[in-house]
Nanobody
């Protein structure tokens, strides 16, 4: 299975910013939604942002709304996640994945996505 390639993680102080990149290697004409997920130790994977390729609409989880911004650069086929006002609870491994389904209005369900990469670690600590 083709995997995505995430990069840009690191360690930052609370209140800081990071920008993650995802090079979706599995984009095909059937890809409808690209999403960012995160998973902290001993916690379930959480969908935080989803980009609908059909109409460029974007959805965010309540936990990151107003702080994170996702965007897609069509020239280099890369999805970005700009993370601002970072908090210690944002510490997690971050992944991107793709779906053949349109992004849902009812949440970002990891079971609808595939092409999971190795992820990139984000640590927010003073």
């Amino acid at each position: 299975q083709v995997q995505q390639v995430e990069s840009g993680g690191g360690t930052v102080q609370p209140g800081g910013s990071l920008r993650l990149s995802c090079a979706p290697s599995a984009l095909t004409s059937s890809t409808k939604c690209i999403a960012w997920f995160r998973q902290a130790p001993d916690k379930e994977r959480e969908g935080v942002a989803a980009f609908d390729i059909s109409d460029s609409t974007i959805r965010y989880s309540d936990s990151v709304k107003g702080r994170f911004i996702t965007s897609k650069d069509n020239a280099n086929n890369t999805l970005y996640l700009q993370m601002n006002s970072l908090k210690p609870e944002d510490t997690a491994m971050y992944y991107c994945a793709v779906s053949v389904w349109r992004c849902s209005d009812y949440g970002i369900d990891s079971r609808e996505f595939s092409g999971w990469g190795q992820g990139t670690q984000v640590t927010v600590s003073s």
